[in-house]
């Protein structure tokens, strides 16, 4: 249902673009998220929007990544900036509250 790409190898403080292809349900009528998992740590949600473009984003990564979704192409977007090693792991995205059906995530390692 949930198919993340985007992810890589980047050096601190450049960028990346996530985007997460939804099927399976009616996207435009769903808020969708986005999850990382970093080492050690439980999957954390990071960013949320609502089906009508309301976003919050967690403390930490507020005034870094932003999210967005284009319902046309049931696609939600995770721009991020300012990268550091802190935001190594692998990122999901999913419905908020999330359903329990999981894609494989795209991973993203900040290292120089």
């Known amino acids: 249902q949930f198919a993340e790409t985007g992810g890589g190898l980047v050096q601190p403080g450049g960028s990346l673009r996530l985007s997460c292809v939804a099927s399976?349900?009616?996207?435009?009528?769903?808020?969708m998220a986005w999850y990382r998992q970093t080492t050690g740590t439980e999957r954390e949600l990071i960013a949320g929007i609502t089906n009508r473009d309301d976003v919050k984003h967690e403390d930490s990564v507020s005034g870094r990544f932003t999210i967005s979704r284009d319902n046309a192409r049931n696609t939600a977007y995770l721009q991020m900036n300012r990268l550091t090693p802190g935001d190594t792991g692998i990122y999901y995205c999913?419905?908020?509250?999330?359903?329990?059906?999981w894609g494989q995530g795209t991973r993203v390692t900040v290292s120089a």
């Open positions: 999913n419905m908020r509250p999330p359903s329990s059906a």
């Open positions: 399976g349900f009616d996207f435009n009528m769903r808020s």
